[in-house]
């Protein structure tokens, strides 16, 4: 099943994530159905060491599905199996009207970059070709002032915007998602 792809970019602590959640909270507010997968480059654990999940995980179970009347969720142990393609985590996903993205930042699918000069850290937009808008309330860089080729070619469709503008960036995600 295809989904509707729009993804976020943006070094660690440039905010990606409190951007995201309000664009969610923004979406959903307006009858859209989102989901959201973000992509881990480290080892992580949403279950609890001690807990009866824990434990099944521990013992070799592959999966364990937790479900109460809020909510359920399913762990999956690769066991030595590749991680997910980004193809492979779509098709886990429950239909939706869109799918936001937080890593997978090699993936060929529309982005928008988040960027605050105080992490210290180069836009990546000027050098990475699928990045179509960046939000952002600072000054841009002068060596932004002369962006690479690849950014040059885009350029007439970029779109700047301001941190704040929630409306117009959950606006971008819908009118910019990729089909995948």
Request: hydrophobic share 45%; with cysteine.
């Amino acid at each position: 099943m295809t989904k509707r792809v729009f993804g976020f970019a943006g070094w660690s602590g440039s905010g990606k994530t409190t951007l995201i959640e309000q664009v969610i909270a923004h979406l959903a507010a307006n009858g859209v159905r989102v989901a959201l997968i973000k992509h881990a480059h480290h080892k992580f654990d949403i279950d609890h060491i001690g807990k009866d999940s824990y434990r099944h995980r521990e013992a070799g179970a592959t999966e364990v599905m937790i479900s109460s009347g809020k909510r359920w969720a399913i762990m999956h142990e690769l066991r030595g199996a590749p991680e997910l393609s980004l193809a492979d985590a779509l098709e886990q996903l429950s239909p939706c009207d869109l799918v936001l993205i937080e890593g997978y930042k090699r993936e060929p699918l529309p982005k928008l970059e988040v960027w605050r000069s105080a992490v210290g850290k180069p836009l990546l937009f000027p050098e990475d070709p699928h990045i179509i808008a960046l939000a952002t309330d600072d000054l841009l860089p002068a060596d932004a002032s002369n962006p690479s080729p690849a950014f040059a070619a885009k350029e007439p469709n970029f779109v700047h915007v301001g941190l704040a503008n929630i409306a117009a960036i959950a606006e971008l995600a819908l009118l910019r998602a990729a089909t995948l």
